[in-house]
């Protein structure tokens, strides 16, 4: 993929990027133990936004892998999944809160200045507020990089070093995307070890009808087709 804009997410940070329809984003570890927990909006009709438990549930998955689409709750297809080095992204669990953070003891920017520990909900709301949206907007996330277990009572841990240094995953937008990324730890880590994230933007191929994304699944197929119709 040819770089149109690239930028280094330091661990434990916010980033926000407005993805035209076409161009494809590209999240890479930096070094180990990466998360990249990731809100996805419409640019224009934030009406759109992604709607993890309809994605999970029309694609008959309990993780996001390729080539899977993001859809909003209207069923419309906001971006695909069109490559990853990883099988498993994590989707069930969340975004890190406040509550998570404070686990690790006190933390302040006067006595840790870039080192200060903040969650992905403070980061959201750090970049929600660039573009005129705020709490009411937060919205279930893609953990990009990290992994849950599942045990036969029902209960979920977290798998570190699912993710090393150069491992990735790359996204189509099918339609001008709003995207927020925080690269606070997994709110299920046991240790506060932030790890940074390389996201680079690009030129794609657009899709065909033997696009994989479109032959996954029926749902994949009607989402991209909703797209082309609600946003053409």
């Not at 926000?16 to 990731?38: I, K, M």
């Not at 998570?100 to 929600?128: I, K, M, Q, T």
């Not at 150069?166 to 240790?191: F, M, N, Y």
């Not at 696009?211 to 609600?230: C, G, I, Y």
Request: charged letters at 20%; a negative charge; proline letters at 6%.
């Amino acid at each position: 993929m040819s770089t149109l804009l690239a930028h280094d997410i330091p661990g434990g940070a916010a980033w926000s990027v407005l993805l035209r329809a076409g161009r494809a984003l590209r999240l890479t570890a930096l070094d180990v133990g990466a998360n990249a927990s990731t809100l996805i909006f419409a640019a224009h009709d934030r009406v759109d936004r992604l709607n993890v438990p309809d994605t999970l549930k029309a694609q008959m998955s309990a993780r996001i892998r390729p080539p899977m689409v993001l859809m909003s709750d209207r069923g419309v297809g906001l971006c695909s999944v069109t490559g990853s080095s990883l099988d498993w992204h994590d989707a069930v669990c969340g975004h890190s809160l406040d509550a998570h953070v404070a686990a690790f003891g006190p933390s302040s920017y006067g006595r840790d200045r870039n080192e200060w520990r903040r969650s992905a909900r403070s980061g959201f709301l750090s970049e929600l507020r660039k573009h005129g949206l705020g709490e009411t907007d937060l919205h279930g996330c893609v953990n990009f990089f990290s992994r849950v277990a599942t045990h036969d009572d029902g209960s979920l841990t977290f798998v570190p070093g699912h993710a090393s240094g150069g491992d990735w995953v790359e996204l189509r937008a099918e339609i001008d995307l709003l995207v927020i990324i925080s690269t606070a730890p997994h709110p299920l880590a046991r240790e506060w070890a932030p790890s940074p994230v390389r996201a680079e933007v690009g030129p794609s191929t657009p899709y065909g009808a033997d696009d994989p994304s479109m032959t996954f699944r029926d749902e994949s197929a009607r989402a991209l087709l909703a797209a082309q119709a609600v946003f053409a």
